[in-house]
């Protein structure tokens, strides 16, 4: 038996179990990411009741329809884990029906390519909000090779990502590691204001660099690519970032609780906006990275969304910067809980690579399981 063709409606059907008696809370609610992720939700829960919110069960999926404004990429997401989740009425869950034809692990790898993204933005539709509506999903055509070869590119796929969860529970150690250390030095040392160890540094672009220097700063704390539209713009009153500086935004409205902060640990010199803030450390008796330690934590985004001050907009400025409080023991004991640090951050990076290599190779592994059937049915 080789390919076997269907319309994906033959093989897929809808789920819509309410949680009308309330057995799961707002803590069990989630988002899904156009990662092809459950996440959490961004929505704010307080005093919504989830009573009309649909199930999303073991093995089921569920995806929004709304294929609007989303990078040309639609949510949608797999439960395999055990226990039952909560999404929104609006989303669509499902799960399918022809398990003797259609294995779940097979059906996310489909999904998980973004010839499938581009399937679904192409087939939406609507004038103010285009969508990928259920009957869209049942329409589209799909080639299936026999469950045997199904499962043969599945576990494939589920070897890669176990090495990567192993490989990412190794580097939440790390994390752990490192954070210890920081507490039990907050434990054994007095916490002294940053604000005789750090300098505001407001030196404009006197270098004559272009455009192509400026940089955006992410809550995130990594300096990204300008979002900005730079095209005619003069970057003659835009501010310095030499390599070991930190920038930030002082506005920490609508930022989700967070401060954009970056740390230039490039050989470059940057650009930021002049209503960006520039400083620098003594790094004599402070290193910039160490101290940028302290700011990547959740705390510190806490402290900061604190203790800004304004009416239309809220701000956390230099001087309220340098009242920050932070234990500074001598240099050698800095250097060494930076390079666990650093070494937890290039872990992280190569983390994210095998991420993406996972997903890169979901259309490789469909494309190979067709081959496959199709070959099997020659022979």
Same mark, same amino acid.
């Given at each position: 038996m ?7 409606g ?8 309410r ?7 707002v803590d ?7 990662n ?21 069960g ?11 404004r989303?990078?040309?990429k ?6 395999k884990?055990?226990?039952?989740i ?14 003797n ?13 973004p010839e ?7 087939? /939406?539709?609507? /004038? ?5 509506s259920?009957?869209d ?7 299936l090779?026999?469950?045997?070869i199904?499962?043969?590119y599945v ?7 176990a ?15 490192c954070d ?36 955006g ?23 310095k970032v ?7 935004i ?9 401060l954009?902060?970056?740390i230039?640990?490039?050989?470059e ?12 450390t ?10 940028n ?7 510190f ?9 304004? /009416?239309?907009?809220?701000?956390f ?6 009242n ?7 240099l050698p ?17 190569i983390?994210?690579k095998?991420?993406?290599q ?15 059937g ?6």
């Amino acid at each position: 038996m080789g390919l076997s063709r269907y319309k994906l409606g033959e093989l897929i059907e809808q789920c819509d179990e309410r949680n009308s008696h309330g057995l799961l809370s707002v803590d069990d609610v989630r988002g899904i990411s156009t990662n092809k992720k459950f996440i959490e939700t961004k929505a704010n829960m307080n005093g919504v009741s989830v009573n009309s919110y649909k199930i999303v069960g073991t093995n089921q999926f569920a995806y929004v329809a709304d294929t609007s404004r989303r990078g040309d990429k639609i949510a949608i997401a797999y439960k395999k884990s055990e226990g039952a989740i909560l999404v929104s009425s609006i989303y669509t869950v499902f799960t399918i029906k022809k398990n003797n034809l259609l294995l779940s692990d097979f059906l996310f790898i489909y999904f998980n390519r973004p010839e499938f993204d581009r399937y679904s933005r192409f087939n /939406s539709w609507g /004038s103010a909000r285009e969508t990928f509506s259920w009957d869209d999903m049942c329409d589209m055509d799909i080639d299936l090779p026999p469950l045997a070869i199904q499962q043969k590119y599945v576990n494939v796929y589920n070897a890669m990502v176990a090495n990567q969860k192993a490989y990412e529970r190794g580097l939440e150690d790390l994390k752990l590691t490192c954070d210890a250390y920081i507490e039990d030095l907050r434990r054994k040392m007095p916490c002294e204001k940053i604000g005789k160890y750090i300098q505001e540094y407001s030196q404009k672009n006197e270098l004559g660099l272009i455009a192509t220097s400026v940089r955006g700063i992410a809550t995130s704390k990594e300096f990204i690519a300008t979002k900005a539209n730079m095209n005619g713009v003069s970057v003659d009153s835009y501010k310095k970032v030499e390599p070991n500086m930190i920038a930030f935004i002082s506005d920490t409205s609508r930022r989700a609780d967070k401060l954009s902060l970056a740390i230039n640990e490039s050989q470059e010199t940057y650009l930021v906006s002049p209503i960006a803030t520039v400083m620098q450390t003594d790094e004599k008796k402070l290193l910039p990275n160490y101290l940028n330690l302290f700011f990547c934590r959740k705390e510190f985004d806490r402290y900061a969304r604190f203790h800004s001050w304004g /009416s239309a907009r809220e701000n956390f400025s230099f001087e309220d910067m340098q009242n920050v409080r932070i234990p500074v023991p001598p240099l050698p004991i800095q250097r060494s809980i930076v390079d666990i640090y650093t070494v937890y951050k290039q872990r992280r990076y190569i983390n994210e690579k095998l991420k993406a290599q996972i997903k890169s190779i979901c259309p490789i592994l469909i494309k190979g399981s067709i081959e496959e059937g199709r070959n099997t049915k020659e022979a």
